[in-house]
Structure formats: structure tokens, C-alpha cells
């Protein structure tokens, strides 16, 4: 009788047997996951997305992440999707996804980065500035907010914190030590502008639909708002005159013709009114950024290199305006704590021009 202490002689007879004829190990498949036989309310706490929006997200990107063959028992295209969205929505780590989802973390791993590119592929189609809506429908829409004039967007900044990267270190560091991507996102009626972590710009509609019109996420954690909004595409096309409106933003930029900043010490009066509907204006484009994150925990903390994070955060702004657009629910909205200690930058003299034009003709006590 074999001693209960020690491996079964029989096992250990059949491993030798094995590697004398070079044979391999068998192979475990683990049983696939049906996702659509969820309940909806677990669909939505899994994977952010009810079962007639999987399947809609599944139709635009499956030509872009189908596996060529079904060899080896491979991920079918909607298999894919979920896996991903798992991964986006709980933000855990590959392992855990794989355990959950009963799949490798390279498999995992695979998935989301197809997932993430074929989803880049669509920005042009979600994301346009400064919206699907005609520009004086969306001035409406910001108008009756607080009465502030002519506002297509506003524009804010936000940190994606990503791990440390093997290069250039020092340029994803914040001015809070953390590293991370600085994002700078237009939302329909509304603009992120990127700090130290990724920024997105998102354009909002007064309708609060919250819908991202704009987004940039490549600057490291380092590069402050100002300087991601004057290099980036969309401040020289507003220079030109493209656009028949204007950007509301914080004391991070400087205030221009066609971004408005508030007064730094307003007179009581006008240009504390002013203020007053300013703030309650640009603030759906903080709510845009708490309900990015909240909805995508991972956008909490990326531990990928910050070319992938890019793609990621990029990836998780389509799937928002997505969402935004079939009418998804949300979970509870997270908004991140202001800047401590904004800098409050020069106003060019027109900018200045144009902000006292619109405080003086528009709020009057």
C-alpha cells in the first residue's frame, strides 16, 4: 500500500512513462462562459453594457477581431468583445479576468489589445467635434444651463495613473509623484484638457448626455493643460475660425478669444455673475470625466506601458459615447477632487476683450 505522504506511484509511473516518449501533457479546456444567458442587471455589472448593446458593439468591430480559423477551440469575435469589456469595466488584473472569463491571462491579454484597436478605428465615427448636433442646437442646450452665450464645448484636464515605464521615467511623473498620462478630452458642449494623467477631451450637450466629442491622450503626466490645448489640432482649427462658438475653461489655460476662462478676483456684480453661470456651466465636463471612470474602473489605474494606455483610454472614450448614446445606465457617478492649486495663466488681451464683451451684455444684475 502506497504511504497517503507521497505522490500515487501510478501518476509518477505514467509522468516518467510521458517523458521517455516525449509525449505531451494533456491538454485542459475549460468550459466557455455564454455571457448572453446573463441577466441583464449582471450583464451591466460585469460588463457595463446590456445584451442588445454587446451585441451592437459586436456587429461594428467584428470584421476587425475575428480569429482566422477555429483551430484549437479559438475565441469566437463576441467572446472577444466580453472579454474585453470585463476588462475595461472591472479593471482587475489579467489573471483575474482570465479566471473569471476561464481563460489564460494571455488570451486576456490578446483580446483586449484586439479589441482596443479595432475599437481606434471608429473614433472618427463617435467622436466629432463639436457634435452630430447642428452648432446652434448645442449652443441651446449650454445656453439654458446658466445663460452663458455661444458655448459649443468645455474644456478640462484628468490623470489616467499608468505604471511606471522602463523609459523616460521622470516624464510621467505628475506634480503629485504619481505617474500617469495626461488626456485632454472634448465633450460635446464640454472639453478635457489633460493634467497628469491621460486627458481626454470630451465635448458635452446641455442635454446632459454627456457625450465626448474630442479626446487627446498622449502627453506624459508632466505636460500641464495649457500647453496639451495649444499644440493640440482643435486650438488651431478654433484660431482659424472653423467654429462659430466657444470653449469654457478653468485658471489652467489662458484666457482667448475662443476660450473663455473666469475672472481671477471678480467685482461683485457682472463678473461675479459671470462666474457664477461659467462654473455651472463647464461643470458637465467634470461630470463627463466622473462617469469615464466610473463606468471603466480600469481607467483607475493602468498597469500597462503608456503607448497601450493610450489605446486603452482612447478605447474606453468610444465605448462611452456608446453607451451615452443607447441610453445605458451608469453606475455612481465619481468625480475626482479639483485641483488644488490651479495656476492661473496671462489672458491674451482679446481673450480679455471678449470675456468682458459677453460679462457686460449678458450679466447685468
Request: charged share 20%.
Amino acid at each position: 500500500m502506497a504511504c497517503p505522504f507521497q505522490n500515487d506511484p501510478v501518476e509518477e509511473g505514467a509522468a516518467l512513462l510521458r517523458g521517455e516518449l516525449q509525449l505531451r501533457p494533456e491538454r485542459v479546456i475549460r468550459p466557455r462562459i455564454d455571457v448572453l444567458a446573463f441577466p441583464e442587471h449582471s450583464l451591466f455589472e460585469r460588463y457595463r453594457f446590456t445584451s442588445q448593446s454587446i451585441i451592437y458593439i459586436h456587429n461594428l468591430i467584428r470584421p476587425y477581431i475575428s480569429n482566422i480559423t477555429n483551430r484549437s477551440r479559438a475565441l469566437t469575435s463576441q467572446q472577444i468583445v466580453c472579454v474585453a469589456l470585463r476588462f475595461f469595466a472591472n479593471g482587475s488584473f489579467l489573471y483575474n479576468v482570465g479566471d473569471a472569463e476561464h481563460l489564460s491571462k494571455a488570451t486576456v491579454c490578446r483580446a483586449v489589445r484586439k479589441v482596443c484597436l479595432a475599437l481606434k478605428r471608429l473614433l472618427p465615427m463617435f467622436i466629432v467635434f463639436p457634435g452630430h448636433k447642428p452648432v446652434r442646437a448645442i449652443k441651446e442646450e449650454f445656453h439654458r444651463i446658466a445663460g452663458f452665450p455661444s458655448v459649443i464645448g468645455c474644456i478640462d484636464g484628468t490623470h489616467i495613473p499608468i505604471m511606471a515605464p522602463s523609459h523616460n521615467e521622470a516624464d510621467y511623473v505628475n506634480r503629485k509623484s504619481i505617474h500617469s498620462i495626461n488626456v485632454q478630452q472634448n465633450v460635446k458642449d464640454c472639453i478635457i484638457v489633460p493634467t497628469s494623467v491621460i486627458l481626454c477631451t470630451v465635448k458635452i450637450i446641455c442635454d446632459a448626455a454627456h457625450i465626448i466629442s474630442n479626446v487627446e491622450a498622449k502627453w506624459p503626466g508632466s505636460v500641464d493643460d495649457a500647453r496639451i490645448y495649444q499644440e493640440s489640432n482643435l486650438s488651431n482649427r478654433l484660431q482659424r475660425g472653423e467654429f462659430d462658438g466657444l470653449l469654457l475653461g478653468d485658471r489652467g489655460y489662458p484666457c482667448q478669444p475662443r476660450l473663455l476662462t473666469p475672472y481671477p478676483d471678480p467685482e461683485p456684480g457682472p463678473q461675479q455673475n459671470f462666474n457664477r453661470a461659467h462654473c455651472r456651466t463647464r461643470a458637465r465636463v467634470e461630470m463627463t470625466i466622473g462617469l469615464l471612470k466610473a463606468r471603466f474602473q480600469c481607467l483607475r489605474h493602468l498597469r500597462v506601458t503608456p503607448e497601450r494606455a493610450c489605446d486603452i483610454i482612447v478605447a474606453c472614450v468610444v465605448l462611452h459615447n456608446i453607451a451615452t448614446i443607447r441610453g445605458e445606465q451608469h453606475p455612481a457617478l465619481q468625480i475626482d477632487d479639483a485641483d488644488e492649486d490651479p495656476i492661473h495663466l496671462p489672458a491674451i488681451q482679446d481673450g480679455r476683450a471678449v470675456r468682458d464683451t459677453i460679462c457686460n451684455n449678458h450679466f447685468r444684475v
